[in-house]
């Protein structure tokens, strides 16, 4: 690796120090039925978010809960503390499309239809409403 690319990964290694995230890869649901559920918790706080999801009756809804949980504790492990209530808030939250897996499905006439089973990948960032310099 040359100095510069370096120089530009060490500087995005010590940015993502100070950010707490989680990432959810190969979901297999559709991105589209799991954004649904994203954009229902998108910039609240952590403990209403955690309602919502707790109570939704779509599926992708207990995968992002799952991930939700695991960015707050995240967050608690880097900053040695408990999370009080209404402190913690979902900054950013983003789904992108994963691999696709083909299949063929027997049709009529000897003719065969393409299945296209879609996996999504969910990175979610949670951040303090008040931000303490230590």
Same mark, same amino acid.
């Given at each position: 690796? %040359?100095?510069r690319k370096h120089i530009a990964a060490?500087?995005?290694?010590?940015?993502?120090?100070?950010? /707490?995230?989680? +990432?959810?890869? %190969?979901?297999?649901?559709?991105?589209?039925?799991?954004? /649904?559920?994203?954009?229902?918790?998108? %910039?609240?706080?952590?403990?209403?978010?955690?309602?919502?999801?707790?109570?939704?009756?779509?599926?992708?809804?207990?995968?992002?809960?799952?991930?939700?949980?695991?960015?707050?504790?995240?967050?608690?492990?880097?900053?040695?503390?408990?999370?009080?209530?209404?402190?913690? /808030?979902?900054?950013?939250?983003?789904?992108?499309?994963?691999?696709?897996? +083909?299949?063929?499905?027997?049709?009529?006439?000897?003719?065969?239809?393409?299945?296209?089973?879609?996996?999504?990948?969910?990175?979610?960032?949670?951040?303090?409403?008040?931000?303490?310099?230590?």
């Amino acid at each position: 690796m %040359g100095a510069r690319k370096h120089i530009a990964a060490q500087a995005r290694k010590d940015a993502q120090k100070n950010m /707490y995230f989680a +990432k959810l890869k %190969g979901v297999p649901s559709s991105p589209r039925k799991m954004r /649904y559920v994203v954009d229902m918790i998108r %910039g609240m706080e952590v403990n209403r978010a955690l309602g919502v999801l707790r109570f939704s009756k779509k599926q992708a809804a207990a995968d992002v809960e799952k991930l939700l949980r695991s960015a707050v504790a995240n967050w608690e492990t880097k900053n040695d503390r408990k999370a009080e209530d209404g402190e913690l /808030y979902i900054s950013k939250v983003f789904v992108d499309e994963g691999v696709t897996m +083909k299949r063929m499905r027997p049709a009529p006439q000897g003719r065969g239809y393409r299945i296209r089973k879609r996996s999504n990948h969910v990175t979610l960032f949670v951040d303090a409403k008040t931000t303490n310099d230590k």
